[in-house]
């Protein structure tokens, strides 16, 4: 499995923006495909973000697209989500993930406070 370690969660006003960073650790980053998840108080788990290993394919919740943007580093094993235009529905805890092509999410980060105040 691979570790992950999420930073650049906090506090920002509806409007602004805010770049996650999930570091990755352990076996080989590369071939992972990465994602971004959050939890929103009450509500389920839900995939927000994904990015393929090579970085050549992305996908968005219909909810987030235009205004986040998920890249990755493969030289420094990290993958970040660029957050513009937040709003006060992107409160939540975000998670990154990693799943080897073919495979099932299987590797989590802790999470990171996401609070956009209105």
């Known amino acids: 499995q691979v570790q992950l370690v999420e930073s650049g969660g906090g506090l920002v006003q509806a409007g602004g923006s805010l770049r996650l960073s999930c570091a990755a650790s352990?076996?080989?980053?590369?071939?992972?495909?990465m994602g971004w998840f959050r939890r929103a108080p009450g509500k389920e788990r839900e995939l927000v973000a994904r990015?393929?290993?090579?970085?050549?394919?992305?996908w968005y919740t219909d909810s987030v697209k235009g205004r986040f943007t998920i890249s990755r580093d493969n030289a420094k094993n990290t993958v970040y989500l660029q957050m513009n235009s937040l709003k006060s529905e992107d409160t939540a805890v975000y998670y990154c993930?990693?799943?080897?092509?073919?495979?099932?999410?299987?590797?989590w980060g802790q999470g990171t406070q996401v609070t956009v105040s209105s």
């Open positions: 352990g076996r080989t980053f590369s071939p992972y495909n």
């Open positions: 990015i393929t290993w090579s970085g050549g394919s992305t």
């Open positions: 993930a990693s799943r080897v092509v073919g495979g099932s999410w299987d590797s």
